[in-house]
């Protein structure tokens, strides 16, 4: 079983929708959790850390569920730049390396 | 302020070959990892330097090493080059402590092809 799972879509959705990309991970025993936005042929970039409590930024919102080891990231109002590849992370036991799903790919139309 | 910087951005190789490719990390970091990332998959852990040391590696063989050096910058060595070794590497910075997070930013990538 892989350690991070994702549903690889392509979800595709038009401008102003709400759309939920969800991840499962395998490692009860890990801390810190991501979520990395790739656009294509660049460089994953932090979107947000997810913590125990969920948390919001503007119009994303994540959230864990320690119990059934499962981390969602909610897009409100989706606009054309949100078109992208969403990849969900888990900091490994150590702390060191980070284990990425293979990413669940959002296009956004007009 | 200056992000994670990565040379060269492309390179075509022979297989057999051996490249090396350099990462300088972000301003205030200490600690670069590298990962590998396949078309189509998530990039994948090859190892992390923290004051010059390996401290963690991944599921890779020898063929693949690295180096870091006293201004943190760092460099990922692969000899005897497969075709299976085409893929985007990736370097991130952090800082190293444990009580500072994990957060690890990445730089541009250098998009290598074996031929």
């Known amino acids: 079983r892989k350690e991070v799972e994702q549903d690889p879509g392509p979800f595709n959705v038009p401008e102003g929708a709400t759309v939920a990309f969800n991840c499962t991970y395998s490692?009860?025993?890990?801390?810190?959790f991501f979520w990395y936005r790739q656009d294509c042929r660049k460089e994953p970039k932090l979107l947000m850390s997810v913590y125990s409590s969920g948390n919001e930024d503007g119009r994303f919102t994540a959230q864990l569920n320690r119990a059934s080891q499962y981390i969602s990231l909610l897009i409100r109002d989706s606009k054309l730049s949100d078109s992208a590849t969403y990849l969900c992370?888990?900091?490994?036991?150590?702390?060191?390396?980070?284990?990425f799903g293979k990413g669940t790919s959002l296009l956004v139309t007009p | 302020d200056a992000g994670v910087t990565q040379s060269p951005t492309h390179l075509i190789k022979t297989r057999g070959q051996q490249v090396t490719l350099r990462c300088s990390p972000k301003s205030g970091h200490d600690t670069v990892s590298w990962y590998q990332q396949a078309l189509g998959q998530g990039p994948q852990f090859i190892f992390q330097y923290y004051e010059e040391e390996e401290r963690q590696r991944g599921n890779f063989p020898d063929r693949f090493s690295g180096h870091q050096f006293p201004n943190y910058s760092s460099e990922l060595n692969v000899n005897a080059l497969l075709l299976g070794d085409s893929a985007l590497y990736l370097c991130?910075?952090?800082?190293?402590?444990?009580?500072?997070?994990?957060?690890?930013?990445f730089g541009p990538g250098t998009r290598l092809t074996v031929t």
């Open positions: 992370v888990v900091c490994s036991n150590s702390g060191y390396a980070l284990n």
């Open positions: 490692n009860s025993a890990s801390q810190s």
């Open positions: 991130a910075s952090s800082l190293g402590g444990r009580d500072r997070g994990y957060e690890q930013y």
